[in-house]
């Protein structure tokens, strides 16, 4: 036998390895690996009291409820998951109601639980529930512009019902003694809850803060249009019955030359940070930049669930994978998910990168810390009809 030929036949038979290693949900080697970039060009500037003095005033107004209270008045009923997802390691999962589910004017993005917020103890619980926490945005009609953003808070603790509840995301406005409030605009990529903070991506600036233990009562009624004060007593929020005001703002910069697009967040426990990465193309999109991403990690303040006024990225990562809409790290490993090529993308600077075939329309990750259970990695799916919430044993995933 020649040795072109042998070449050949060892060149096929590997090719059908690693396509049967890819078919049985066996990770796969992927092409390359990420890079370091230096991370002192990243930075951030912090600001948790931009809305102070219209919070408390708002608060007066409107009156105030507890995470437990909006449980506790949970409206939607989430159900079961009917596709079929076949992914290795699948622990479980929801859908939300039909209405959401099919729902064309609004898309679920970020996740997030009370795992991040609380950590392990007490079973996770914050305020009384186990709690998985969804960002979504709004469109003015099916093929309309951003308009608005939500998060969902679902119930995921057998003591309590199925249900879940929306809460409209705001920003404070108007003056103390007239104060209101107006939309959130943003597309809510990534969302991170840690501590009473929840952190939400704003793609081409940072984050937005809001605080979970602020979150205020509205007026139901009134048109679907109808948003902040109408009078001293009666404050409309599109028919929400809760809002989320805003209390401050997390603001990126760079010297690298190019400026960072949020597109995605998680938040890492164990080394507490918050990680994003950009959501890119290798050419050809018009509204997402044409480029390699980048993945940075951001330091919390020792001992805080907040960030210094200025703080410097302990870690920066060039990128070898494109359409990233979801990012997680836990103890030195990374996973990366990119909707483009259905894969979620595994490394370690040890170990290297690895892939494994993912879900279609698949959204943000959040790592599920577990004292006695596997550990889990919890995703979503965007697309409607298909709008799967679900968890997959992290060991699975993990080269």
């Known amino acids: 036998m020649s040795i072109r030929l042998k070449v050949l036949r060892a060149a096929v038979a590997l090719t059908l390895c690693v396509s049967a290693a890819q078919v049985a949900g066996s990770p ?7 890079t370091s970039l230096p991370a002192g060009q990243f930075t951030l500037t912090a600001n948790y009291t931009q809305f102070s003095a219209l919070n408390t005033a708002l608060a007066t107004k409107l009156g105030s ?32 109601d039909d209405g959401d589910v099919g729902d064309c004017t609004n898309f679920p993005q970020g996740i997030t639980t009370s795992r ?44 309590y019902p ?77 028919n929400y019955a809760y809002v989320l005001p805003q209390i401050g703002k997390i603001t990126a910069a760079t010297t690298s030359g190019t400026s960072l697009a949020w597109s995605s967040i998680s938040l890492d426990r164990a080394d507490p940070s918050i990680v994003m990465t950009e959501y890119t193309c290798t050419s050809g999109c018009t509204s997402y930049p044409n480029r390699a991403p980048r993945a940075i990690r951001f330091p919390f303040a020792s001992g805080l669930t907040t960030f210094a006024a200025s703080t410097t990225a ?24 990119s909707s483009g090529d259905k894969k979620l993308y595994y490394w370690t600077p040890a170990a290297g990168p690895s892939s494994y075939a993912w879900v279609s329309g698949g959204e943000s990750i959040s790592y599920w810390e577990d004292s006695t259970n596997p550990d889990l990695l919890w995703s979503l799916q965007e697309p409607i009809g298909h709008r799967n919430v679900f968890a997959v044993e992290q060991a699975s995933y993990d080269g």
Request: with cysteine; proline share 3%; net charge negative.
């Open 28 to 34: 796969a080697l992927a092409a390359a690996a990420p």
């Open 116 to 159: 991040d917020a609380v950590g392990t103890a007490n079973s996770g619980n914050y305020d009384g529930h186990q709690l998985i926490l969804v960002s979504w945005y709004t469109k003015d009609g099916c093929d309309g512009d951003s308009s608005r953003s939500r998060i969902t808070l679902v119930d995921w603790d057998a003591t």
């Open 314 to 337: 302990s870690e920066a990562l060039q990128l070898p994978w494109y359409k990233l809409n979801g990012v997680a790290s836990h103890n030195g490993r990374w996973w990366f998910n």
């Open 162 to 238: 199925n249900k879940y509840r929306k809460i409209l995301l705001v920003e404070p406005t108007g003056t103390a003694a007239a104060p209101s409030f107006k939309d959130v605009v943003v597309h809510a990529g990534g969302v991170s809850w840690y501590g009473n903070y929840l952190y939400v991506a704003d793609t081409g600036h940072g984050m937005r803060v809001f605080d979970m233990t602020k979150i205020l009562k509205t007026s139901t009624g009134g048109t679907a249009d109808q948003i902040g004060r109408q009078s001293d007593t009666t404050y409309y929020a599109h």
């Open 65 to 96: 409820a507890t995470v437990s209270d909006v449980m506790d008045n949970a409206n939607h009923d989430r159900q079961a998951i009917t596709d079929s997802l076949n992914l290795p390691g699948y622990s479980t999962g929801f859908q939300f």
